[in-house]
């Protein structure tokens, strides 16, 4: 992070260099030099602006080391098709949130770096996004109520989003959906769903969530 907040404000104070030669030519009626300077401050101002909005995201979103978890989900069940789940996320107060459906459904962010992005040194960082409740019968997916819940906070300055809309700006970074995630819902089951650098994995957590497992599309 030291390297990259050291990119940052190398980039900002060379572009503001450009800005200020570019001026200067230009008073003097020098178009030429005026033009590389401004070639070279727009240059060096996106290289700024990337740097920097790498930075915030970086700490805006959790790092990816290998496998692990990234949150507990439990399901009580409150009425035919529809379920409370209890989402548990360390360090964060648990949510509860109302899905309708049979099954259950995780989607997350993922950033991975490559180069040039890769010189930095920084570890891949993820988010999670949303949590739905689906249908296993398709007919009933495509003609009952769907619920979806959002996960994280929309952020102005959101590497992820950017790198997805404009990659030509963002070299370097590899932004998507990790594997989305899912399995039945039933009364007590409890899972655990962990993240690998290139999928989202759940496992059942107890007697309930295994005999849900064990039923599936039978």
Do not use: C
Request: aromatic share 10%.
């Amino acid at each position: 992070m030291n390297l990259l907040l050291a990119a940052s404000t190398v980039f900002t104070l060379v572009a503001l260099y450009f800005l200020f030669s570019m001026l200067r030519h230009a008073r003097r009626r020098r178009p030429i030099r005026a033009t590389r300077s401004l070639a070279g401050g727009v240059l060096s101002g996106a290289l700024g602006s990337a740097s920097i909005l790498i930075a915030f995201s970086y700490y805006g979103y959790d790092r990816l080391v290998d496998e692990q978890q990234v949150s507990r989900i439990e399901f009580s069940q409150t009425m035919p098709d529809e379920y409370t789940a209890r989402l548990m996320i360390d360090g964060q107060m648990d949510r509860f949130m109302t899905l309708r459906g049979d099954e259950w459904q995780m989607d997350a962010r993922v950033v991975n770096w490559k180069p040039p992005a890769t010189l930095l040194g920084l570890d891949p960082i993820y988010q999670l996004d949303r949590l739905s409740g689906r249908y296993a019968d398709i007919t009933d997916e495509i003609n009952e109520q769907r619920t979806v819940h959002a996960l994280s906070d929309d952020r102005t300055l959101d590497v992820w989003y950017v790198a997805r809309k404009f990659p030509v700006l963002m070299p370097g970074v590899d932004a998507y959906y990790g594997t989305a995630t899912y399995l039945p819902m039933a009364d007590g089951a409890r899972f655990e769903v962990a993240l690998t650098r290139t999928a989202l994995i759940a496992r059942p957590l107890n007697e309930a969530a295994r005999n849900a497992v064990g039923e599936w599309g039978q």
